[in-house]
């Protein structure tokens, strides 16, 4: 990977991360605690509370992502960055651009 492709990656990993740290400011604002005084019906309330858990399962998601993409940044500029972490190939530059986040190729990833 040469200097120009790093640079290309990091600037597009450092819009990935605003993007994710969105994201998750959004879901915690949806999986605030759903207030007993509101006016839900029964059903409403529990579709409210259904909704909730899913909110939260996308929100640890978001949160492993972003984590995922902090390092990414912060390894961009070694040496092995690029390598997959399981049979040391170069993974290809598509995957990268699709997904900075992960250490491995297709193949080792499945």
Do not use: H, W
């Amino acid at each position: 990977m040469n200097k120009e492709e790093r640079i290309k990656i990091k600037v597009m990993i450092e819009q990935k991360i605003i993007k994710a740290e969105k994201k998750i400011k959004d879901y915690k604002e949806m999986t605030k605690p759903i207030k007993p005084e509101n006016s839900l019906g029964r059903l409403s309330r529990m579709d409210a509370i259904n909704n909730k858990s899913v909110v939260e399962a996308a929100l640890r998601r978001a949160e492993q992502n972003l984590a995922a993409l902090k390092s990414a940044l912060l390894n961009i500029n070694k040496e092995n960055f690029g390598l997959c972490q399981k049979c040391e190939c170069q993974i290809p530059i598509g995957r990268i651009v699709l997904k900075p986040e992960s250490p491995y190729c297709v193949n080792c990833a499945n």
